[in-house]
């Protein structure tokens, strides 16, 4: 489902602000001065792509996400975006930097191909990730426990979830390979505004391999079904706001 998951340019970047924030965090941590190559992993609609290349206006800024919709949306901003699936994906020799943030999640053998990655990259290049840490948070318990029941147990697969690791996995799988490290976790208090925000949420991210497995009407249902239990999970405030707290981990490697 990783690689084939059907995209939504437009409800994805509903949340941007939220949602760029921890690229801002991580990058910040990336101490490259003159990179040659710099690339974004998983770039998705490439707004954050822009700020790689503003922030390295010499550097050859390369851009890749295996869905069409993303890569689409991509180009559509200027971005030379290029559609691969980054588990066939090896780092050209030059390049000094790479950025995946939140895509790593949805790779199940990210932990296998991140030794290939830094081993491959040259002398004092950097390799910065961040990944959701949250699928124990309600939002996503709530999907799941909703998928085993009746009638979707079966139809729909969140198997590949498990693919994210706890930070101290990462610092030894970097470490092991031979980069200096850096890893933290962040817990992000979002205030969100609007009728069923985890739901809307969700719809842009979580969601979208259940609505690829069950098809339009079958999704709107689930939806349906969905709705209640993130309100009662992640209760509306006086104001009309709700708190949808958002963990999230960030490692950064040097290679020697
Ligand atoms: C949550 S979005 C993040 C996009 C962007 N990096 C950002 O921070 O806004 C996840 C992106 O990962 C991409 N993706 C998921 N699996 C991928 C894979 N195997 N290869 C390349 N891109 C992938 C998706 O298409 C999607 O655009």
Known sequence: ??????????LYLDFDDHRSRPFHDLLARVGAVAPRRVVDLGCGPGHLTA???????????VALDSSAEMVAAARARGIDAEQADVVHWMPPPDTD???TNAVLQWVPSHRQLLPRWIAALPGGAWFALQVPGNLGAPSHALIRELAEEEPWRGRVDLRDEIAVAEPAEYAEVLAGAGAEVDVWETTYHQRLAGPDPVLHWVSGTALRPVRDALGADAYATFREQLAPRLRAAYPARPDGTTWFPFRRIF??????
């Open 1 to 10: 489902m990783t690689g084939s998951t059907t995209w939504d340019p437009a």
């Open 51 to 61: 700020v790689l290349g503003a922030r390295w206006p010499d550097a050859e800024v």
């Open 97 to 99: 930097v790479v950025v």
């Open 251 to 256: 490692a950064v490697a040097r290679t020697p």
